[in-house]
């Protein structure tokens, strides 16, 4: 594996053109012990807080070469960025990593060796997406690798069993057919094939040992990632109780809205019949209006008429005057006078007599 990260600090004098330096440094010496890029892109680098392990926390102020690299001496890949002198991702990829995209231009994975988990923000989604699915096909090359790796230990030990096994036979045999100074010489391979098997199962043990250690990180990392997902869902969950409250607090709202809607629409029945009784009020106010103007002018000719009643009466006292006037006879009512029944039943009985009984006075005029 080559060690990278050795450049001088320029990054911050020289910004991003001073990053892709140090990346082309990375990358060749990378070359020089046997790496190959076989891709690169670029994208800002995060790295989960490992107090909380829920916030992420930028490894680079700026985004940087992200490179795989290619190691045909140890057939293994790695994942390699550097931020100037600084090398803030170095994972080697095996088959049972897996790269999750959680946005559309964000994606994750986590390294248990380096115990932590990776994150980069890409510029877009088509770079995302090149680099998941590099991100597998490599993964499946690390598998194809640890496969054929794992044929290879099985077929030399299948080999050294074999020959473990013949190596008796042909000791026997030769027992049989030599001294017993050729049966002392022939027990040492014997016992070296029982030695080397020994080591090998001590291989195979501390192998083992150490597969199980890496189990029991993945193992951890699992329970880790187990328990951000039950708060996780504990807050969704939470979460959801207050917009369930929200939600009918809104809804008791909303009836209150409609019952009071239903309210202020009876009372515009209401003012709706009210405006029609006092339309129906003002039409009978203008024909009582029009009534009383009516009467008025009844009146106002009574009045007139009213007027001309005085003149009307003098007219006929003057006529009755005249009449009497004209009625009148200037004679004396004697008695036995042929003209006595006629004026006593003008002037009356009374009259009559009253000049009868008073003979000699001068004669009144009929009343």
Request: aromatic share 6%; net charge negative; hydrophobic share 30%.
């Amino acid at each position: 594996m080559c060690e990278v990260g050795t450049r001088p600090p320029l990054a911050a004098e020289r910004g991003e053109l001073a990053g892709s330096a140090a990346a082309a440094t990375a990358a060749e010496r990378c070359r020089d012990m046997g790496e190959q890029p076989i891709f690169t892109t670029r994208a800002h680098v995060f790295q989960i807080d490992p107090s909380t392990k829920k916030n992420w926390v930028p490894a680079s102020k700026q985004a940087v070469t992200v490179s795989y690299f290619y190691d045909s001496t140890r057939n293994s890949y790695r994942i390699i960025s550097v931020d100037g002198a600084k090398v803030i991702i170095n994972s080697t990829i095996t088959p049972n990593m897996t790269f999750t995209k959680t946005s559309q231009k964000f994606g994750q994975w986590a390294d248990s060796r380096a115990n932590t988990v990776f994150g980069l923000g890409f510029p877009s989604e088509q770079q995302l997406t090149k680099f998941a699915e590099k991100f597998q096909e490599v993964k499946e090359a690390a598998k194809l690798a640890r496969d054929r790796s794992q044929e290879k230990i099985e077929t030399s030990s299948n080999h050294s069993q074999e020959s473990g096994r013949e190596t008796p036979s042909s000791t026997q045999a030769s027992s049989v057919n030599g001294t017993d100074d050729e049966k002392a010489s022939h027990g040492g391979p014997a016992e070296a094939h029982l030695k080397s098997e020994n080591d090998k199962l001590k291989i195979a043990l501390a192998q083992s040992s150490t597969n199980v250690k890496k189990w029991e990180t993945e193992l951890q990392t699992l329970r880790e990632s187990n328990a951000r997902l039950t708060t996780a869902l504990q807050e969704s969950a939470a979460s959801i109780e207050h917009w369930k409250k929200q939600f009918s607090a809104c809804k008791e709202e909303n009836d209150q809205l409609r019952n009071k809607i239903e309210e202020l629409e009876e009372q515009c029945n209401e003012i709706n019949k009210e405006k029609e009784r006092n339309a129906q009020l003002s039409r009978r106010l203008q024909e009582l209006e029009t009534e009383l103007q009516d009467k008025e002018l009844e009146l106002e000719e009574l009045r007139k008429q009213g007027e001309v009643i005085p003149q009307l009466m003098s007219e006929c006292e003057s006529v009755s005057q005249q009449l009497e006037s004209k009625l009148m006879i200037p004679s004396v009512c004697f008695p036995g006078s042929a003209v006595a029944p006629l004026s006593c039943h003008l002037w009356g009985s009374d009259s009559c007599c009253s000049f009868m009984e008073v003979p000699g006075r001068q004669r009144r005029a009929h009343a």
